[in-house]
Each structure stands twice: as structure tokens, then as C-alpha cells.
């Protein structure tokens, strides 16, 4: 099924059908609404996600039965589900409604202070990593294996380095990634998030309020998570992260590989294209290149 027939006429369709105690209920799209699903706020209080390819399917019932089990030990809004969804002629995957959760999407608008973020995302990334493992599911396709080795993209890395050769520092890039391939998480694992970026977290006057989109999460290296030092953060609050949270250097350093892949994918992918997302993408790998 294309994203784009992924509409509020059809989500309107799927409520009547299964479940119809919504069916009065206003469907209005959230823009941006992400990349692995399409989102429609429901009403006042809750939220319909859809898949929008195959590959992100198994999130679906993965976050279903997960979140709940989370939200006992995270102090954060995290979200909360209420129904899932089933396939049907209309649509082939299960799909998710949700409680709305209220806040602004992180941004350097809605962030003021950022100091204070810091220090609830360390709250937060403490809270869920001291969250039960058992049976907990491990890094694998159905994540893109966030929380895994850093070598499954060694060789996609290296072909992004030759094609921006020319356009990026790619012998200190290069350096930089090989020295995080070196090492590996020596601890018992841990809850990863998978996709904790700016636009996965809801503020309120610099206030974490909420973490959304838990579709990549899995139980293993956390160094994926430290992700968000570099994309979002400038200097001190980075440094902030990297004194509070309890990860030696080596998963810092393993965090670096994993936002130089990630941010040379979206370079490579929009030097024709998106000249913000080349602009923003250019300077997380320079930053990366300042702090060595």
C-alpha cells in the first residue's frame, strides 16, 4: 500500500468498521506525522497510527505489548496504547490508537533552556535502561537493528564515504567510524529507544514532558540513544550528558559511528534534494569532527 493512500478518508473507514464506538469521532492528520507510520489525532484524546510499509509492521504489535510494561517504571509520558487494530481488505497491517499525548516537538523554537532538557533526558534515559529485560526483544530487522553491532552498516558506511568524498572530511569521518567499530557493550543489555531524536520527544517550556515512537526499540547497546547529544545539543549540554549519564567512552564514542552513518545516509540522499537536510546533516558531521 503507498503512504499516500494512507488517508483520514480510509482511517475513517477502519474506526466505523472495528471499531465503532469512534466512528463520530473527527480524523484530522498530524503533520509531520514521521516516516515509518502515517498519524491521525482522534478526537480530543487519541491518536491512530498506521504502518506505512511492510517493514515497519512489526512495530505495531511489538510497541503494544511493550509500552505498558514501560510506563510502569518510566516517570515520563510515554504512549499509552488503548486498541489494536487488524488487517483487512482495506488496510494489511495492524495499526495502533493511542492516548494523545499534549506538547511541543522538540525543536531549537520550543527548547529554550538547554540545560534543563539535558537533564531530564538523563532522567529519562536512566529510567529506561534500569527497565526489566526479560524477554524483552533483541536488535534485528524489525528495529534496523538500533541497539545491535554498529558493523551491520560498516559497509554502507564506507560506501557513503567514498560517494561524499569531495563534499564531507572523509578521512577524519573515516577515522572517526573506525575507532567506534573497535569496541562493543560489555554489560548486561539494556532498553534502547532506537530513534531518539528532537522530533521523538514533546516539551513544555523546556521541560521533557513526553518520549513518542518507541517503534525501534529493542534491549541491547545503548550507544544509538546517545545519538541526540550531537543532532539536537550544543556543547554544554553535551558535555552534561556525557558527565551525568552512566556510559563509559566507548559507547560514546560507538554513539559517534552511529550518527556519522545516519547523517551521511541523509546527506548522500538529499544532495539533489532537501538543502536543509544537506545543510543540518553537513554540520552534525562537523561537530562530530570538532569533539574528535
Known amino acids: 500500500m503507498a503512504k499516500e493512500s494512507i488517508t483520514a478518508t ?5 474506526i ?3 471499531f465503532p464506538q469512534w466512528q463520530e469521532l473527527t480524523v484530522c492528520k498530524v503533520v509531520p506525522g514521521g516516516w515509518d507510520n502515517v498519524t491521525f489525532r482522534l478526537g480530543e484524546e487519541l491518536l491512530v497510527r498506521l504502518p506505512s510499509a511492510t517493514r515497519y509492521a512489526p512495530q505495531v504489535e511489538k ?3 511493550w509500552l505498558p510494561l514501560l510506563s510502569n517504571a518510566i516517570l515520563f509520558n510515554i504512549p499509552s496504547p488503548v486498541a489494536m487494530g487488524l488487517p483487512s481488505k482495506d488496510f494489511p497491517w495492524n495499526w495502533s490508537i493511542y492516548k494523545w499525548i499534549p506538547g511541543e516537538v522538540g525543536s531549537k523554537e520550543s527548547v529554550v533552556d538547554e540545560i534543563t532538557l539535558a537533564n531530564d533526558i538523563v532522567q529519562f534515559l536512566t529510567q529506561l535502561h534500569a527497565c526489566t529485560t526479560v524477554d524483552a526483544p533483541h536488535p ?3 528495529n534496523f537493528y538500533r541497539g545491535g553491532a554498529l558493523h551491520v552498516y560498516e559497509d554502507e558506511t564506507y560506501s557513503l564515504l567514498r560517494q561524499l568524498d569531495g563534499i564531507i572530511d572523509t578521512d577524519a569521518v573515516g577515522r572517526i567510524f573506525a575507532r567506534a567499530l573497535k569496541s562493543e557493550w560489555k554489560r548486561e543489555p539494556v532498553w534502547v529507544h ?4 528532537a522530533s521523538n520527544i514533546l516539551v513544555s517550556g523546556s521541560r521533557l514532558k513526553a518520549v513518542i515512537d518507541f517503534g525501534s526499540s529493542a534491549v541491547g547497546d545503548p550507544a544509538c540513544d546517545t545519538a541526540i547529544a550531537w543532532t539536537f545539543f550544543g556543547a554544554e549540554a553535551r558535555t552534561l550528558l556525557t558527565r551525568k549519564l552512566n556510559l563509559d567512552e566507548a559507547t560514546w564514542e560507538r554513539g ?3 550518527v556519522l ?3 551521511m545516509l541523509l546527506l548522500a540522499n538529499n544532495l539533489r534534494a532537501d538543502q536543509s537536510v544537506v545543510q543540518s546533516s553537513k554540520a552534525i558531521i562537523e561537530q562530530i569532527i570538532v569533539d574528535g
Open 140 to 142: 534485528g530487522a524489525h
Open 256 to 258: 559517534k559511528g552511529w
Open 16 to 18: 466505523s468498521s472495528q
Open 10 to 14: 480510509l482511517v475513517r473507514k477502519l
Open 194 to 197: 532506537g530513534d531518539f531524536s
Open 63 to 65: 510497541e503494544q505489548r
Open 261 to 263: 552513518w545516519k547523517s
